[in-house]
């Protein structure tokens, strides 16, 4: 089963505004990590926040974590048309005999328009 | 340095037949994964390398489904009698390590659409 959910599915914005994506996941969590993706092909990683932290910065990006409600947000702000691309979620989890698993979720694909 | 790389780039095949994909870590990196990827979904796991030994294959969807890794190093997927559920895009990916609560980057390559017709 999918343990991240990104939403919106889809996001269409002017550059300049800043994106917000969101994810959900179900069980417990080591790390969450943002992964970009352009054209269907290999993905890249954008930032990791562990268990234990509630907010991280990376340049333009910005992402937070409630563990709480097992959710995770990542803002883009002053977006440009080179942000346009899927962007998905994936949570670090143990799924026993010393091995971890990162499990992605479907992705919020945005269109920044110029 | 050279990332992840992948081969072939993209593969048609028919139904059938029996398809190699061929994975190419970034030197070093001791974890190779292999995710699926279908048309506009999200990364579906496959299986995971740590060395020369898979200790999650979990995610090998039946057992048409096989990998392996030697030397440490390059990783074959190979799919037997391809069925078209089978197509979609196949990416792998390599990180210094795989165990252990600390976590490594994984690094993504272009991964490889697959076609069966």
């Known amino acids: 089963s999918q343990q991240g959910e990104e939403d919106p599915q889809a996001l269409s914005i002017q550059e300049g505004e800043n994106a917000t994506m969101n994810c959900s996941y179900k069980?417990?969590?080591?790390?969450l990590q943002w992964y970009r993706q352009n054209s269907g092909r290999g993905l890249v990683h954008l930032i990791l926040i562990r268990s234990n932290e509630r907010e991280k910065h990376s340049g333009r990006l910005r992402v937070t974590l409630d563990t709480s409600k097992k959710s995770s947000s990542l803002l883009i702000t002053a977006s440009r048309a080179a942000d346009t691309a899927s962007y998905f979620c994936?949570?670090?989890?143990?799924?026993?005999?010393?091995?971890?698993?990162?499990?992605f979720g479907k992705g919020t694909k945005l269109s920044v328009i110029p | 340095g050279a990332g992840v790389s992948q081969s072939p780039s993209n593969k048609v095949t028919e139904k059938g037949k029996d398809v190699e994909l061929r994975c190419d870590p970034i030197?070093?990196?001791?974890?190779l994964y292999w995710y699926r990827q279908s048309l506009g979904q999200g990364l579906e796991f496959l299986i995971y390398?740590?060395?020369?030994?898979?200790?999650?294959k979990s995610g090998l969807p039946s057992d048409r489904f096989s990998a392996e890794r030697t030397g440490g190093s390059v990783s074959t997927l190979t799919i037997q009698r391809t069925q078209q559920e089978d197509s979609a895009v196949y990416l792998c990916?390599?990180?210094?390590?795989?165990?252990?609560?600390?976590?490594?980057?994984?690094?993504f390559g272009p991964g490889t659409r697959l076609t069966v017709t």
């Open positions: 990916a390599s990180s210094l390590n795989g165990g252990g609560a600390t976590n490594y980057e994984q690094y």
């Open positions: 069980t417990s969590i080591n790390n």
């Open positions: 030197s070093g990196h001791t974890a």
């Open positions: 390398f740590q060395g020369n030994s898979a200790p999650d």
């Open positions: 994936a949570t670090r989890t143990y799924s026993g005999a010393g091995s971890y698993q990162l499990t």
